[in-house]
Structures are given as structure tokens and as C-alpha cells.
């Protein structure tokens, strides 16, 4: 009511105008200087750089048809789905392993429980090398699996340089930062609304389905998004695995390095940033609208 | 009117509850609930009332199967034990202080739950909902998202949830606690009509006095993890088994008197009496103190406050000695604070605890 009357004009008495402050005209002055050593920082570290390699990749013979050439590479293009597959399996097998154990975390409590989170959460700390390293120690030529696989007469089981070590190196690096998240909306869960489904009848997997998982379904879409990010992007681990799959940042850094091939590098580079980035766009949009939809 | 035949159409069964030595210590050792055996009728609202940790919600749970009472407690529904059956099996219908609804889905959605559970075809189901939502004048928001809906609307929402199923009881944990003063009136008398119509057993927690009163068939007080009173209203309030059922029903009075010889002494009066001898103290209601004259008064004293209330003046009477008694005068009483009055007491209406 009040409010209403303070935002109508008053016919009866004289306009007041408005308070004039003083150096108002210098306000927006004022807000550009501010402004302004962020913006000379993020030219000079980020505008630049990116479009400079923008027009590197575009700056060798082919000029810009280069973005196509590049994949029309058969290597490139295998590199390209490789990687791919790899995130996406990486990122649905690091969300279900995540949600069940961040689940499991936040409902039971038991002597130990803390350290157990601790350690999981551990492999933070670690660079894409170390982890690598681990994976050998793992599965590697000397591992521990293929000395007990040969110990029990099954032949030596090495899986470390293929395929398999890197998905594996990739989960164990993934899970510590999706559980966290996952265990953070855990904690937020209204125990009401399962209650609620339990007694419309609901079994344990029904409310699993129907009232959990569409909880945590922003958390876990943001937290897959970020994971599917770090696995398109992760080099340190496929690098100390030398492995024989060519993931995209491995290919980028041989046609950099190797072959000297720049523009095709930066092309690949931009690329492979411009896929990561529509994920992640995607991803932000469809957890928008499935949070707005949970209001 | 429609009202009335599909409060027919959806009459349930009115199954007993009885539980039996039901005590419910937590991990970690505290005593929540003394075993506690109550029969609640089939058809019956019963409302468990009491102050804030007393165990009313504990009580519920263990009628839901959300929590098993402590070994040697039994639950029984009509003759059935279902100590051992977890809620998704005992059929019952639960309302929620927070409501509970699913943010996920809408409105007919959210009450539809129930049923989809239950595997009923897609049509019948529809038509249930439907008439569920009519019920409950509902109708109009079907396809509303939860957020979208008032507090009173979202607990209608929830009532009606519980209800499609045709439970076999109906458990409320302070179901109007979340709303306004007003709303809560206007829900509390929509919740009355509908637990009437239809005949279901239904358990109903809150601390609110008022609620329980208009609310109950009887009405369970509790205090620390055990059951003070079981009664109508009426005999709670008229009839409190104890000082603390009497302080938290209402307000009483307590004043203090002697009785000797069939004769009762209360300030300078002495009364006939055939209640217990000796040192008394005495409960007395507000309405059940009148006011009179010097001559035939009981008890003076001082006005210390009035407070106008309406349809009547609400006195605190300081006596000579004793604590202070409250009275009502009439709303257009003129009396006031330093005013001397004189207060008449019915000894048939006085409660006396030794
Ligand atoms: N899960 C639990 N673990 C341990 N103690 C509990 C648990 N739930 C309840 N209690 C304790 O049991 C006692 C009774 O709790 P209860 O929830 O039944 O009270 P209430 O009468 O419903 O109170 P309110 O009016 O505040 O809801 C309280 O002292 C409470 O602290
Ligand atoms: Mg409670």
C-alpha cells in the first residue's frame, strides 16, 4: 500500500526532483577505470591468445579450409572420436560408481567413515603423471594385476597402455570431484519426500528413480559436464602411458611438436576447445531448466 | 450437492489401531517413548497433543512404519500385526508439515503417484485423480507446477495424495503448522469435513490446543515421552488427570484452600465440600470464577491488568495472598486496573489435587 503510494505521481503537491548527487556524470567514467585492469587482463591473457590461435590454424597453406583439412585427416578424425568416446564412457561410468558411493556416504555413518572420504576424495591432489604412474604400477608390464593373473596361472594381464588403463586412469582422477558434488546435494535432500513415496507404496528402487535421482540430476548433470571436460582435455596421464590411442590433446601436442605442423595443432586446439565448451553450454542449459522445473 | 456423494463414493474402511508396550529408545541411548499401549477406534480422529520433544511425532512414525518400536512393542491394524511391515506396506496415507510433494511433477501428477505405484490402468487412474482433485477443489490446478501453488493449496495437494489410495489410515504431522492464522482455520474446518466424510481412521499430531479441541474425537496428551491423558475434549478440559494436563489446556487457575469437615475454606468464605480433606489446591477455569458483589463474594482482590478481548474483558485479579487468577468479566466491563473486585467460586466446578 505504501509502496504504491510512494511510486504514484502526487497530483496535489509540487514534483519533487529527484536529488541530483554530486559527479553523477563521472559515474560510468569512474566504472571503466575500474574496469579496466581486469579487461587489459583478460585481452592479454585470454582475447589475445585465442585469437591469435584462431588465425594460426587458419594461417598455414590451406589457409582457412585448414579447420576442415585437419579433419579430414583419417588420424585426426579417429583421434577426435576416440577422445569422445572416451570422455563420454569416462563421464556415465565416474556419475553412476559417484552417485551410488556419494549415496551410500551421506546415508550410512560407520567408524572410519571420514577417513573413507578422505581417501576417496585423495586423487585431487594428484597431476594427470602421477596418476599415469599409478595406473602402470596398476596394470602395467610389472603391475600388480598381471603378476597375480600370472601367479594364478591366467597368463600376464596388462591393460595399462590401451584403451582400458587410460578409461581407468580417467575414472579414478573423475571421481573424487563428482562424489563431492553428488555428496553435497545428498546432504540437501528433503528425507520428507522419500518418506512421502515410501508411504504411497513405493519400493526403495522406486524412490531411487522418482524422487533421488531427479533431486540430484542438476548436481550430477554440472558435475558430468565438468568431468567430460577434464577427460577431452586431460594430457599429463596419456602421456606418461605413452599410449598407442591417440587422444586429442597426445595428437595436438605431436603435430606441435613432432611435426612441427602448427597451424594444424592450433586448429585441433580450437576445435577441440569448441566441442568441450558446446558441452558444457549444453549441459548448463538442460541442468537450467530441469532446476527451474524442481523449483 | 456433488460434495456429499463423492464424500460417499470415497468412504474407506475404519480400521483400529492398537499399540501394544510401543516404547522407541534412539541409537545413542535416549528414551524418546515410555511403552505406551493406546486403542485408537476405527473411524476415530485422535490427536496427539503436547509440548515441543514430548514424542508425539515419534508415536506417528511408529504407526507409519517409520520407525520400529523398541523389541517387545507390537502394532496392530484391525487384527493384523504389522510391526515387522515397513511403511510401503502398511497402506497408510501421510501428511507432512513441509508437504512433501514431488518438485518434479504437477499436481495431478504428484497425486497420481500413488496409484502409478500400484500399477492401476492408466484411465481408471486418471478418473481417480480427477475426482480426488474435485474433492479437495483442486480442479483447476491439475496441471500446475508445485512452486506455482499457495501453502494452503500445497497441503490440499497432499491431503489429496495421501487419500487417492483409499488408505487405511490417515497420519498428520502438524499439517497446518506451515500456514497462516486464517488459512489454518479455514483448512482445519475442510480437514474436519473430510475426515468425517469419510469415515477413515486418522491420526493427528500437533501442539496447538485449539486444533486438537475442534479436531479430535479424543485427544492424547503427552509430556516426556509418555501419555498424561487420554479423553474427549471435554474430559481433558474439564476433568485434566493431572496439574500438567491442566496448565496446558487452556488457562487454569490454581487457588489454595483447606477443607475440614465436609466444609471447604477458601479466603474468607467457607463452602460445602465433599471432595478430598485436607490442604487442597485448587483448579479453577476463568469462566468458572464469577464476578460479585462485597456481600456474597468469596475471595477480593486488586485488577492488575484487563485486556479487552471482544465478546469479553479479560481480568488478572490479584488476591490479598496467592498468585494471581485470571477472570472473565463481560466484553463492556467497565473495570480496570487498581479496581477492587470480589470473586465468587462453584465449588461443583473446582478441581481439587491434594
Ligand atoms: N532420530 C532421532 N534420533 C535421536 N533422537 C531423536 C530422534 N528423533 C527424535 N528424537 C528425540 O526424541 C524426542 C521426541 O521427539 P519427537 O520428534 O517425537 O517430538 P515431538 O513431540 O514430535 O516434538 P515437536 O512438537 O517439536 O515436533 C525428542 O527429545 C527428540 O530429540
Ligand atoms: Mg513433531
Known amino acids: 500500500m505504501s509502496a504504491c503510494a510512494q511510486d504514484a505521481p502526487l497530483p496535489h503537491r509540487p514534483a519533487a526532483r529527484p536529488p541530483v548527487r554530486p559527479g553523477w556524470a563521472g559515474e560510468p567514467l569512474r566504472l571503466a577505470a575500474l574496469l579496466a585492469p581486469a579487461a587489459v587482463v583478460f585481452a592479454a591473457f585470454f582475447l589475445l591468445p585465442l585469437v591469435r590461435l584462431i588465425l594460426i590454424g587458419a594461417g598455414g597453406t590451406a589457409g582457412w579450409s585448414a579447420y576442415l583439412t585437419t579433419l579430414a585427416d583419417p588420424g585426426h578424425l579417429d583421434s577426435l572420436i576416440s577422445t569422445l568416446a572416451l570422455s563420454a564412457g569416462v563421464t556415465l561410468v565416474t556419475l553412476a560408481v559417484s552417485t551410488v558411493a556419494g549415496l551410500f556416504l551421506v546415508r550410512n555413518r560407520f567408524p572410519g567413515h571420514a577417513l573413507l572420504v578422505a581417501l576417496l576424495t585423495f586423487p585431487l591432489a594428484f597431476p594427470g603423471v602421477v596418476i599415469g604412474f599409478m595406473v602402470i604400477m596398476l596394470a602395467g608390464r610389472q603391475g600388480l594385476i598381471g603378476t597375480i593373473t600370472q601367479a594364478l596361472g591366467a597368463g600376464k594381464l596388462v591393460f595399462a597402455y590401451s584403451m582400458a588403463g587410460l578409461f581407468l586412469g580417467y575414472v579414478y582422477f573423475s571421481i573424487p570431484r563428482v562424489i563431492l558434488t553428488v555428496m553435497a546435494a545428498a546432504e540437501k535432500l528433503d528425507p520428507r519426500l522419500e518418506e512421502a513415496a515410501r508411504s504411497l507404496g513405493a519400493s526403495s528402487w522406486r524412490v531411487v528413480a522418482d524422487v533421488i535421482l531427479p533431486a540430484l540430476k542438476p548436481a550430477l548433470i554440472s558435475a558430468g559436464a565438468l568431468c567430460f571436460a577434464t577427460s577431452m582435455g586431460a594430457f599429463g596421464t596419456a602421456f606418461t602411458l605413452a599410449t598407442r590411442i591417440n587422444v586429442l590433446p597426445m595428437t595436438i601436442y605431436t603435430e606441435f611438436t613432432l611435426q612441427a605442423n602448427i597451424a594444424a595443432a592450433a586448429a585441433l586446439s580450437v576445435l577441440l576447445g569448441l566441442i568441450t565448451w558446446a558441452a558444457l553450454a549444453v549441459a548448463r542449459s538442460v541442468a537450467g531448466t530441469s532446476v527451474a522445473a524442481a523449483g | ?354
Open chain 2, 1 to 354: 450437492m456433488p460434495d456429499s456423494v463423492m464424500q460417499n463414493s470415497f468412504h474407506l474402511d475404519a480400521v483400529p489401531i492398537r499399540l501394544e508396550r510401543c516404547g522407541k529408545t534412539f541409537a545413542g541411548g535416549a528414551r524418546a517413548l515410555e511403552p505406551l499401549d493406546l486403542t485408537i477406534r476405527g473411524g476415530e480422529t485422535i490427536v496427539f497433543l503436547g509440548p515441543s520433544g514430548c514424542g508425539k511425532t515419534t508415536t506417528l512414525r511408529i504407526i507409519a512404519g517409520l520407525e520400529s518400536p523398541d523389541p517387545g512393542g507390537r502394532v496392530l491394524f484391525g487384527e493384523e500385526d504389522v510391526t515387522a511391515l515397513p511403511i510401503e506396506r502398511r497402506n497408510v496415507g501421510m501428511v507432512f508439515q513441509s508437504y512433501a510433494l514431488f518438485p518434479n511433477m504437477t499436481v495431478a501428477e504428484n497425486v497420481a503417484y500413488g496409484l502409478k505405484v500400484r500399477k492401476i490402468a492408466r484411465a481408471d487412474r486418471g478418473r481417480r485423480v480427477e475426482e480426488m482433485l474435485d474433492l479437495m477443489h483442486l480442479g483447476e490446478f491439475a496441471g500446475r507446477r508445485i512452486d506455482q501453488l499457495s501453502g494452503g493449496q500445497r497441503q490440499r495437494v497432499a491431503l489429496a495424495r495421501a487419500l487417492v489410495v483409499r488408505p487405511r489410515v490417515l497420519l498428520l504431522d502438524e499439517p497446518l503448522t506451515a500456514l497462516d492464522a486464517k488459512l489454518r482455520d479455514s483448512l482445519r474446518l475442510e480437514i474436519d469435513r473430510l475426515l468425517r466424510g469419510l469415515g477413515i481412521t486418522a491420526v493427528y499430531v500437533t501442539h496447538d490446543q485449539g486444533e486438537a479441541m475442534a479436531l479430535g474425537d479424543r485427544i492424547v496428551v503427552m509430556a516426556k515421552g509418555r501419555v498424561a491423558q487420554v479423553g474427549t475434549p471435554r474430559e481433558i478440559y474439564y476433568q485434566p488427570a493431572d496439574g500438567f494436563v491442566a496448565d496446558f489446556i487452556g488457562t487454569m487457575n490454581r487457588l489454595g484452600g483447606m477443607a475440614r469437615g465436609g466444609t471447604l475454606s477458601i479466603g474468607s468464605a467457607t463452602l460445602p465440600w465433599s471432595g478430598p480433606e485436607g490442604a487442597v489446591e485448587l483448579l479453577v477455569r476463568p469462566e468458572d470464577l464469577a464476578l460479585a458483589g462485597e456481600a456474597d463474594g468469596h475471595l477480593g482482590g486488586t485488577v492488575a491488568a484487563a485486556v479487552f478481548l471482544g465478546d469479553r474483558t479479560r481480568l488478572v485479579v490479584e488476591p490479598a495472598d496467592g498468585p494471581a487468577l485470571t477472570v472473565d468479566a463481560a466484553g463492556r466491563s467497565e473495570l480496570g486496573r487498581g479496581d477492587r473486585v470480589w470473586l465468587r467460586v462453584d465449588p461443583a466446578r473446582v478441581l481439587a489435587v491434594p
